[in-house]
């Protein structure tokens, strides 16, 4: 997001407003100042048919006018003619009655009931269906309707979640939160949502001014916009009325280099906000405050996810619905100035040209289309650029949804890092080896791209801390995409690796992706270093940015000057509204609490955390940070009891089995803390952490062999974890064994060789 920074700084001068003011100068009249203009408000599409008539037809077919419908006989594409599916010992069924439509279901009790369809949700390649539930909860159906042609394998009934063995106590039942419509999908599926959740009934009254996504979702509301079409409004003519003007691309040509076979624009593009008017649907986010209008900054109403798994591969590529904006930010084409409106045409969202003659528009066929790049025969389906460049992933069981980071394929990568590449997509009966082989004999080497950052990502997502570095030079990199910047930032977080440099370089940074980031990474440094890392945050352009420094300086209170306290004050209640906001969500009540409890508020914490188990009985985190604020406070018999009463709802839960050894631990009792440890460890194999605190409590009740072999076995697996490796080489040398504890110290010293505590464990097995 290169220029993210300049339209904030614009959209910000911009929403300063109008201040009426009068000089001292002696006037003969005195002249009220004029009434300020009203906000613009929704109109409908309907309202821009007139004027607009061929745009307004493109996106009456597109998926944007049918993302939500009523249930009629004109929008319902499912066989609802006593169809019927079995699935997982549930049998379901289909019918029509009174005009209305039905099925026939597990419902919230696990028993079978008739719920009527009010809704159809999408078009294609399925279509979804929603069920009112009580309290105004919409219901997304996990029985979908496969829309494709039936020679491609559609015209059925299936289900979502395949592979899983789901029933009513499942959170992906679709009766349970994950498929509730009123915060899951509502607004990106309708124009001005209002979720109107009451937390004390714990009910919707959700409502929209437009049901499908219309004109006024992308070009803000637009009543004032009307009014300069039939007025010539003088205070509208600058911008027409309208909310953000989608003008990049007008008066923009892209300029064929003969020696590239690339173009490039005839001007830079020095705005963002056409990608920001298409972000907050096609992101993959959280939304923290209503009233969205086109124009507006997206971080100012949303939180983005960035480049972390399991979201994304460890070199930038989809793995779980990603929804494309992250991918595209790490493309060249958005470098090169490339917005979503020069390949798809935005009213009926198809792509403006068919085929590899979209791409052709500014790669010059005869030094791309050719065999000589793509080494594939002419005609086959391996010329196709969009299978090499954009290999799809299918999601909902058919739906196929392409990459947009725009990559060159990387089987070499595949190969190390066990990243998928689009050569095998297509070469299901080869390895990546085989590919990688291809593409040296092309290129007489491995293929480059943009993902450098890919090796230095993997070995973070292995937990390998001595990328700590690797990762500070990412983040400083101004070369790299700033999604790419903040990713590695967010890792040395993950990683618990904070470095005050990094945070306070991260945290002055140009671009917001990665100041977000430097916030989290501040939560491991103490207070006073936090502070004055991200006090200025605190009045950043940026709500996103705001309310995160708020939630982490809340245990820094002492470290602030009266000045940024009220600063903090300010940011603190927007993050407090962002909170009631999504009170119908446990984690926004157990958030709460975590905010409470480090204001030292543990009453208030601690009713927090029994209203987010109030909505869900099974929530892990809610019981994990109470019986954390509970160890705050002395009190842990009562983080036991009630880490026993998490484990009653969620006996495979690893991390409750973790805490209630710590909490027996500082009990006491180090047998049945050994016993829950050893447990963890066995529910959360991939984790390192688990095993090191598993041996630790081995060896402090009088079991050093036992230990000794768990962190052999934890080293063989995680080669490069330092807690693992101290720990093994620590016990082997207090059990005499100095080889293996030399050995051990070795490799510690080659994956830390920085590191003061390493290199004097080293020194003292010399």
């Not at 066990?418 to 092309?442: E, F, K, L, M, Y």
């Not at 869900?616 to 019986?627: E, G, R, S, T, V």
């Amino acid at each position: 997001m290169r220029t993210v920074a300049a339209i904030v700084g614009a959209v910000v001068i911009g929403a300063i407003g109008w201040f009426v003011w009068r000089t001292n100068a002696p006037t003969a009249v005195d002249v009220p100042p004029p009434p300020a203009a009203a906000p613009a408000s929704f109109a409908g599409s309907s309202a821009c048919k007139t004027c607009h008539a061929t745009q307004y037809a493109a996106w009456s077919t597109s998926q944007h006018a049918r993302a939500m419908q009523h249930a009629t006989p004109d929008t319902v594409l499912g066989d609802f003619n006593d169809a019927k599916l079995t699935f997982d010992g549930v049998a379901s069924s289909f019918f029509r009655g009174e005009g209305k439509y039905f099925v026939r279901t597990d419902g919230p009790d696990g028993k079978l009931a008739d719920f009527e369809v009010k809704y159809t949700f999408g078009v294609e390649p399925l279509q979804q269906y929603l069920v009112e539930l009580p309290g105004g909860r919409l219901q997304a159906l996990a029985l979908s309707w496969d829309t494709r042609p039936k020679d491609a394998g559609g015209q059925r009934w299936f289900r979502q979640y395949p592979d899983e063995k789901l029933d009513y106590r499942d959170e992906l039942h679709w009766t349970r939160r994950a498929q509730n419509w009123n915060f899951m999908c509502a607004d990106c599926h309708s124009t001005d949502v209002v979720k109107n959740y009451d937390a004390t009934s714990d009910a919707f009254d959700t409502r929209w001014k437009e049901i499908s996504v219309g004109c006024e979702s992308c070009h803000g509301p637009g009543s004032r916009h009307l009014e300069w079409a039939g007025k010539g409004d003088a205070a509208a003519r600058a911008g027409k009325g309208l909310t953000v003007q989608l003008d990049e691309r007008r008066g923009v040509s892209w300029l064929p280099d003969s020696a590239t076979g690339n173009a490039h624009r005839s001007k830079p593009r020095t705005t963002e906000r056409e990608i920001e008017v298409c972000a907050p649907c096609h992101a993959r986010r959280a939304q923290i405050t209503e009233g969205y209008r086109a124009g507006q900054p997206f971080l100012d109403h949303y939180m983005p996810s960035l480049l972390l798994a399991p979201l994304y591969y460890p070199d930038g590529q989809q793995h779980e619905e990603v929804f494309i904006w992250g991918s595209w930010l790490q493309s060249r084409m958005q470098r090169q100035g490339v917005t979503c409106s020069d390949c798809h045409e935005p009213h009926s969202q198809r792509p403006r040209i068919e085929g590899n003659a979209l791409c052709a528009q500014c790669h010059a066929p005869a030094r791309y289309d050719a065999p000589a790049h793509h080494h594939h025969a002419a005609g086959s389906r391996g010329p196709q650029c969009a299978d090499c460049h954009m290999p799809r992933t299918t999601y909902m069981v058919i739906d196929g949804r392409r990459d947009h980071s725009m990559r060159v394929p990387r089987p070499d990568q595949s190969t190390a890092l066990g990243t998928p590449n689009a050569c095998n997509q297509c070469h299901r009966d080869r390895g990546p080896q085989w590919a990688a082989s291809a593409v040296r004999g092309w290129l007489g080497r491995d293929a480059k791209g943009l993902q450098g950052f890919a090796p230095t990502f993997h070995a973070a997502d292995s937990g390998d801390a001595a990328t700590a570095a690797s990762l500070a030079a990412i983040a400083d990199d101004v070369s790299q995409p700033p999604i790419v910047r903040a990713s590695a930032v967010e890792r040395l977080a993950v990683l618990g690796t904070a470095d005050t440099g990094v945070v306070q370089r991260a945290a002055r940074d140009a671009q917001p992706l990665v100041r977000l980031a430097a916030i989290r990474l501040a939560e491991a440094l103490p207070p006073p270093e936090q502070a004055r890392s991200l006090a200025p945050l605190l009045s950043d352009p940026l709500r996103a940015l705001r309310i995160e420094a708020a939630r982490v300086l809340a245990g820094a209170q002492d470290a602030l000057t009266a000045e940024q306290r009220a600063a903090w004050q300010h940011a603190a209640d927007e993050y407090l509204a962002t909170l009631r906001y999504t009170a119908d969500r446990p984690e926004a009540r157990a958030a709460l609490g975590s905010f409470e409890s480090r204001l030292g508020h543990h009453d208030a914490a601690q009713a927090a955390y029994r209203q987010a188990l109030a909505l869900d009985a099974a929530f892990i985190p809610a019981y994990l940070n109470a019986a954390d604020d509970l160890r705050v406070q002395g009190r842990d018999a009562d983080a036991r009891a009630l880490l026993q009463q998490g484990l009653g709802q969620a006996p495979q839960s690893a991390a409750l089995h973790h805490a209630l050894g710590l909490a027996l631990v500082r009990l006491g009792d180090r047998v049945a803390a050994v016993q829950e440890f050893e447990r963890a460890s066995r529910l959360a194999p991939n984790d390192p952490r688990y095993v090191y605190v598993y041996a630790v409590a081995l060896n402090s009740t009088g079991r050093p062999r036992d230990a000794i072999r768990a962190l052999e076995s934890a080293a063989r697996r995680w080669p490069a974890d330092r807690d693992v490796l101290m720990a093994l080489a620590t016990l082997q040398r207090d059990a005499g064994n100095l080889p293996a504890a030399r050995q051990a110290a070795e490799r510690l010293a080659a994956a830390y060789p920085n590191d003061r505590e390493v290199n004097a464990l080293v020194q003292q097995l010399r």
